[in-house]
């Protein structure tokens, strides 16, 4: 049986090592990386490096390489040191093949059809309190589809922190956690009246706007109250395929964003574009939000095209063919992920019940390295 974390043979380069592993895999190892990375370089405890890179000359190399059955061992011509690498722990991390994978993305895009498949999305809140598997399994949709229900949750007063500090700690804001979204007089956002809210991502202008938001329905008799939600990043998708100069024109045009409410002392601005890209051209953030865009500035020679993409983006957003709707039932705790998944709700009538969600945010760090956590990922 071929065994990939085998040796057939190593050979000496200017500055790196290649390694021909059993399977035919052919490694490169430069001197600097493997000196780096000596099991030495690490705190037993903090597992923080200690090494330091400029304790060796960027010349460094090795005078001897021994290969015995699971390890390789490095004999430097530097400080007398001699690193041990497990071969298991050389061979995954080799960046030759890391860099040959392709990109495979995370993400299930999603349209209407979800409304179909909710059940899905839906989660018992005692199960996910109680039950490893099932917190494991609500994280993972929230990464994958960016988008759960968790149905009967108690209706009490904050309550809705058990089930987030199952996961970490809330993103804090000067909206305070929770926060509450009801009808009030003088309201300082839209969502604290009984308005319809078109399809937004919440706080557009942080530069880093929360990851995720956590809406706990505790009472909902009003007539009206329904909730929205849409894929951005699917909505995206389809524009990057089918619209390519707006998608590109929304992903390079810096959008400025204001919240100058009348309960702050501050006055916060931010310019970013609406879609942003990761390293490997995959969706990074829908910042979206009528309500908090600032009075657009683009250059004039811009305008038109920028307005055009804008409205047709933002139209598509409300479109049936890639909305979901629901209504909120007291008891359950609408998660999404607000840097993907926009979020809105038709108008209410406060004169026939009540309408009341608390909000948490949470941030998308927290739901990825708890995801990474508990599928023991080694880095
Ligand atoms: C919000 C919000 C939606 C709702 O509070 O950010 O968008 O259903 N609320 O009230
Ligand atoms: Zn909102």
Redesign the pocket.
Known sequence: MINKYNILKFSLEKEHIIIKWEDNHESKFHFLWLRDNCPTSFHSDSKMRKFNLLSVSKNIYPKKIDNNENNLRIHWNENDHISNYELKWLRDHCYTEINNHKYKTPYILWKSNLNKEFKLISLNHDEVINKKEKLIQWLELLHVYGITIIKNAPTKDKSAFKILNKISHHRETFFGTPFEVINIPKPNNQ?YTADA?TN???LPYFEYAPGY?F?HCLENTANGGDSTAVDGFAVADYLRKNEKEMFDILASTQVKFKDNDFTQKAIRILYSPIITLTKDNDFNDIRLNMGAMATIDVHPNKMKKFYDAYRFFTSLLHDKKFMIEFRLDAGDIFCFNNRRVL??RSAFNPNSGNRHLQ?YYIERDEIISRLNYFNNIQV
Do not use: F
Request: avoid cysteine.
């Open positions: 969502a809210l937004h991502s919440d938001q809406l979020h809105g909000g």
